[in-house]
Every structure is written in C-alpha cells, then in structure tokens.
C-alpha cells in the first residue's frame, strides 16, 4: 500500500513538474516579453515579461499572431524571441488576443 501511495505521489510531482512552471496573475492589457517556452502540441507559449513574469499563454481561435504586421502559423515561435503580446483576462485564465513577433 505504501509503495503505491508513494508511486501516486512521484508521478503527480512529476506531472506537475513538467508543467510549465509558476505562472503569474496579471490583468488584462499588452505586455512585451521574450518566449521562454513553446509546446506546439497544445498552441501554448510561456512568455516572460520585461517585469519578469510569466505568462502562460494557450492560442485560441481567435488569436492573431504576426511578424512585421503579417500574419505568420504557430511554427514561426521560438525560445528567445522578443514578443508583444495582449491578454484578455478570464476569470483565472489569460487568452491572447494578438501575439506580434518583435524581431
């Protein structure tokens, strides 16, 4: 019984873990930032402020993302790039509007 309580107990730090990590509250509004992490599987970007947050961002249908004011897929994000983003907050979620790729 221990052993299986313990083999629970490993496997949900380690769900949680591979998580993006801590993510912050922030309202509504445009923040620029450079990408931290991209999980194309799930159209998801963690996004890392100029005031050092992060934000845990998954694409909607109506999410526009664009570099140099055309629209460009999902597969043009990396780690590293400069981005501005704006955010809709709802209820504890964030849902990015637009997403433009600075560089």
Do not use: H, W
Request: aromatic share 8%.
């Amino acid at each position: 019984m221990k052993t299986k309580f313990l083999m629970v107990m490993l496997l949900s730090a380690f769900i949680f873990a591979s998580c993006g990590g801590n993510t912050d509250a922030v309202d509504s509004g445009t923040y620029t930032g450079t990408i931290k992490e991209v999980e194309p599987a799930k159209t998801e970007i963690y996004v890392t402020t100029d005031d050092n947050k992060t934000l845990e961002l998954y694409f909607t249908e109506q999410t526009t993302l664009t570099r140099n004011g055309s629209a460009v897929d999902f597969s043009a994000l990396s780690e590293g790039q400069k981005v501005e983003v704006e955010v809709e907050k709802q209820g504890k979620r964030l849902d990015p509007i637009s997403v433009k790729i600075l560089e």
